[in-house]
């Protein structure tokens, strides 16, 4: 028997795949539409197709601050909750002149002084006329734009801003705990 394919057929086909995909990318919150690069690697992540349907901790990080040590508390959330559907995104900013420009030191202050396992992205500006626009963005849905380092966005698996920490928050806080508990309905 032969199969015959017109090109009615593979139209209908590539309409049918396009919408297919249309409607993936349709369904992706706003917050997660970017794609954005490891911290020292030439590798990207797409934020939808990785953290979609998560709860996450967004954190603008430097490796020379007086909060730098709250690294810790961040991996311990990591750890406590990532098998949960959630996550910690650290997003290195030198917006506060305390991070490193090289991004091989940064990246071994992480994870050598501080054993930081979940994802670390390229460094980025969080505030002024250069932020990013998931900086951008989560400062507009959340009314505030991080005031220093270790500003702290927790995010529904909606891709809604549940809250906004500031940097004196400490990973471990009673309110932000309760708070990704709440959001993971444990």
Known sequence: MKLFVTPKILLTS?????????????????????????????????????????????VNTASYCGYTPQFEGLETLYNQY?????TVLGFPSNDFNQEDKSE????Q??????GVKFPM????SVKGENTDPLYRMLANKSGQAPKWNF???????????INS???????LDE????????????
């Open 14 to 58: 590539a309409l049918l795949l396009f919408t297919s995909i249309s409607a993936n990318a349709n369904n992706c919150p706003d917050i997660l539409k970017f794609v954005k690069r490891k911290l020292n690697s030439q590798d990207t992540v797409n934020m939808c197709e990785a953290y979609k349907g998560k709860t996450i901790l967004i």
């Open 82 to 86: 990532k098998d949960k559907n959630f």
């Open 104 to 107: 091989v030191k940064t990246g």
């Open 109 to 114: 202050i992480c994870r050598l002084t501080y």
């Open 121 to 124: 992205f390229e460094a980025m």
């Open 151 to 161: 500003f702290k966005y927790l995010i529904d698996i909606n891709g809604n801003v």
């Open 165 to 171: 920490y500031a940097s004196g928050v400490k990973p």
């Open 175 to 186: 309110a932000l705990v309760l708070d990704i508990e709440k959001a993971l309905l444990l």
